[in-house]
């Protein structure tokens, strides 16, 4: 009996130590050209450089799914999308990402600038609808939450940088 508990237990464990994959999400969060249907359409405000990738994603808007592991929300069926793309080297930047339908979501936006698909605090910026003041933790997924209506929802998001001791916006030149 013992014996069967530990092998499902054992398979949790090294699924917990999966390394995320900078493709999961990619394929449900894609809008199509002429596509119809819930999506944000987010506006990239204080860039610091056109360098690096912006990765945008989509949370279930609760605290506890909110930046939690990709595969540990999909492998639940929880909602996760990822849209992930090389800074445009000119011009406005807006990112488009598909939802499953109407609804509150939370968001985040990553200037990753050294293209490692991993947030360094030290050089990398975050960003979320509302931006909220950030501090050294993550903030409350009703913080950075946005409501996504039955078709396309536009939402700025300014990202935010390490200056000194604390994060926040660029100032404007």
């Known amino acids: 009996?013992?014996?069967?508990?530990?092998?499902?237990?054992?398979?949790?464990?090294?699924?917990?130590?999966?390394?995320?994959s900078p493709d999961l999400g990619k394929a449900e969060g894609q809008c199509r050209p002429g596509e119809k249907g819930p999506a944000f359409m987010v506006s990239v405000q204080g860039l610091k450089d056109r360098k690096g990738l912006l990765k945008l994603e989509v949370y279930p808007d609760n605290n506890d799914d909110f930046l939690q592991d990709d595969n540990i929300l999909i492998n639940e069926g929880k909602t996760f999308r990822r849209v992930e793309v090389p800074v445009p080297a000119l011009g406005p930047v807006d990112l488009c990402i598909r939802v499953p339908g109407p609804g509150t979501y939370s968001l985040s936006l990553m200037h990753d600038r050294d293209g490692n698909h991993k947030f360094g605090w030290r050089g990398d910026g975050i960003?979320?609808?509302?931006?909220?003041?950030l501090g050294w933790s993550k903030p409350?997924?009703?913080?950075?939450?946005?409501?996504a209506g039955a078709g396309l929802t536009r939402v700025p998001i300014t990202l935010q940088y390490l200056h000194g001791f604390g994060f926040r916006p660029n100032k404007k030149k």
């Open 140 to 147: 409350k997924a009703d913080k950075a939450d946005a409501v």
């Open 1 to 20: 009996m013992t014996r069967w508990l530990i092998a499902p237990a054992s398979l949790l464990i090294l699924a917990a130590g999966i390394p995320s």
């Open 127 to 133: 960003g979320f609808p509302g931006d909220p003041k």
